[in-house]
């Protein structure tokens, strides 16, 4: 990864600024550290880079293209978006970039057995895809929420010989998925690499995971000038926990003139209370899954319910690195609303032939709504981070139809 000068985080202890660290349990702090000094020792090693960069070529399809959204911008008669096809990655999302990166490391560190966390199920397909690519052992973690959201990715999980543990406690969601996963860890530590699916956590994740995720930024850095003969004038991505945000957001940082959006999940709206919108939401700091963040609570400092459309946003927590891009100023948070999001879907998948996840829909909602008022000769560079196979199920409900 580049040095920079003026941007340099996280800290040597893992701090970006106020935020990330690690608050983990003792028992987890040696499994952690081990983590942290084997991902430097790697990083860096030309071997290693050789073999992630020739997995991402020839086993995921990178680099994945971008797209001009022609008769969608049309339609909107302002700003030109782009889309950076994440989608068309293998396993259809960009969370296959950050679970070949961390299976090498666990290849390199002796551990045969992988664990995860996943929402929408995206992470967890990814991981077992890798498992059973490096022949580990896989076990995946899903509230049972989820589960019965996107039972087409549980059934794709177990296919990959993965072994799905639904969760019945608290909301039955990513955050309690995180937590069981978090004591399989505990347990298991000497065997046990915790494939971590987004851009938070215990340091290193948040750097290591958004280190993985930069192939994004850094290929549209040198697609876009391809295409249009400069940079977008704005980079727009939908945040969960925020690694494919992450990922195009950093190459961008000390990029002049291209505004950073990050858009998270409205829900029912910001002042219905029922959303995923921490930074939008203006949410207090607290800690949650080993690192300090922006985090959705009550007075008493106890985790509030989220309440997106999209399981992948259903997080009440932001990665810490999108706290600090918020509190600098360097990167805008903006809310969209499941309507917006839905409307968003389906115009994609008029104007353009391409089904997006509504994760992604939620990213594209917002170019879509500030492109109108926009000039002609703007461009948005919207990442389209997953495709929507998985959303059938839940996109036929919301429109009433049962498949």
């Known amino acids: 990864m580049q040095s920079k000068q003026m941007y340099n985080y996280p800290d040597s202890t893992g701090h970006f600024e106020q935020f990330g660290g690690i608050y983990m349990a003792e ?3 040696p499994a952690v ?14 071997e290693f880079k050789a073999e992630f960069a020739y997995e991402l070529k020839h086993y995921v399809g990178r680099p994945s293209p971008i797209y001009h959204a022609k ?6 008669g302002g ?12 396993t259809g999302a960009h969370k296959i970039n950050n679970a070949i990166g961390q299976a090498l490391l666990a290849k390199r560190m002796g551990k045969k057995r992988v664990i ?3 929402g929408a199920g995206m992470h967890g397909v990814a991981t077992a895809t890798v498992a059973a690519r490096f022949g580990m052992e896989c076990i995946v973690y899903m509230g049972a929420e989820d589960i019965q959201r996107q ?21 039955k969601t990513l955050k309690d998925a995180c937590n069981e996963a978090i004591r399989d860890w505990v347990t298991n530590v000497e065997s046990t690499f915790y494939i971590f699916g987004t851009a938070a956590g215990p340091h290193p994740y948040p750097m290591m995971v958004r280190d993985f995720q930069c192939v994004i930024g850094n290929e549209a850095k040198v697609q876009m000038p391809e295409m249009i003969g400069r940079q977008p004038d704005a980079v727009i991505a939908c945040v969960g926990g925020g690694s494919n945000a992450i990922g195009l957001f950093h190459p ?4 002049p003139n291209v505004q950073i959006i990050g858009v998270e999940a409205g829900g029912y709206g910001i002042a219905s209370g029922k959303h995923a919108a921490p930074l939008t939401g203006n949410a207090k700091v607290g800690v949650l899954h080993g690192n300090k963040v922006y985090l959705m609570q009550d007075e008493n400092g106890q985790i509030i319910e989220t309440h997106p459309t999209s399981a992948g ?14 509190d600098i100023g360097r990167a805008q948070y903006v809310a969209i609303n499941d309507d917006e999001a839905i409307a968003a879907f389906d115009a994609l998948c008029r104007f353009e032939g391409i089904i997006p996840a509504l994760e992604s829909s939620h990213a594209l909602a917002h170019a879509m709504k500030i492109a109108p008022s926009m000039d002609k000769n703007k461009v948005l560079l919207v990442n389209l981070s997953g495709r929507g196979d998985k959303d059938m199920n839940t996109v036929a409900k919301l429109k009433g139809i049962t498949l």
């Open 33 to 46: 550290e081990e983590l942290r000094a084997q991902y430097l020792r790697f990083r860096d090693d030309p």
């Open 151 to 171: 039972a087409p990715n549980v059934f794709r999980m177990k296919l990959l010989g993965a072994t799905v543990v639904p969760v019945e406690s608290g909301s």
């Open 252 to 255: 961008y940082i000390e990029v």
């Open 71 to 76: 008769r969608l911008s049309e339609s909107l």
């Open 79 to 90: 700003a030109q978006i782009y889309l950076k096809r994440e989608d068309l990655n293998h």
């Open 313 to 326: 946003l259903d997080y009440p927590g932001v990665g810490p690195e999108h706290c600090l891009l918020k």
């Open 27 to 29: 028992t987890l702090i």
């Open 116 to 118: 995860a966390e996943t």
